[in-house]
């Protein structure tokens, strides 16, 4: 599955990104960043341009958007169908991923 090169990963308070990194087993290292600035500072928007967390830094591609990071990681690391592809099924898996996304997510950022 996944090389053994460090993967940064700047989290953000939703458990999501974990989940989908501990599912998969995919190594990971988080990287703290301090919400009461450094996300806004020039250094950190180079790599995420809207001052928020996270991106994931694997092994020099950048990516944010946590739902674009969970599917990354499972197309790149997941030998197991962590995304259904049987139509139906993966219907329900976007409807949940929908729910997800326009029900809980502004309250998860809230409740970190
Ligand atoms: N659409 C983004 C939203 C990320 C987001 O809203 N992150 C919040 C923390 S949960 C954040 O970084 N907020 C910046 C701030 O509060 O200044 C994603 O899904 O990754």
């Known amino acids: 599955m996944a090389n053994s ?3 940064k990963w700047r989290p953000a308070p939703a458990a999501s990104r974990l989940t989908v990194h501990h599912e ?3 190594p990971f290292e988080v990287i703290e960043v301090d ?3 450094q996300h806004r500072t020039p250094e950190y928007m180079k790599f995420q341009s809207f001052s928020q967390i996270p991106y994931i830094d694997d092994s020099g591609f950048i990516l944010y958007e946590t739902r674009a990071i969970c599917r990354y990681l499972a197309a790149n690391y997941s030998a197991s169908g962590l995304i259904p592809t049987e139509p139906k099924t993966n219907a329900l898996f976007e409807q949940a991923t929908s729910v997800e996304l326009t029900h809980f997510d502004l309250s998860t950022c809230k409740a970190g």
Do not use: I, P, W
Request: charged share 20%.
């Open 35 to 37: 919400m009461n600035g």
């Open 24 to 26: 998969l087993k995919v």
């Open 5 to 7: 090169t460090a993967r």
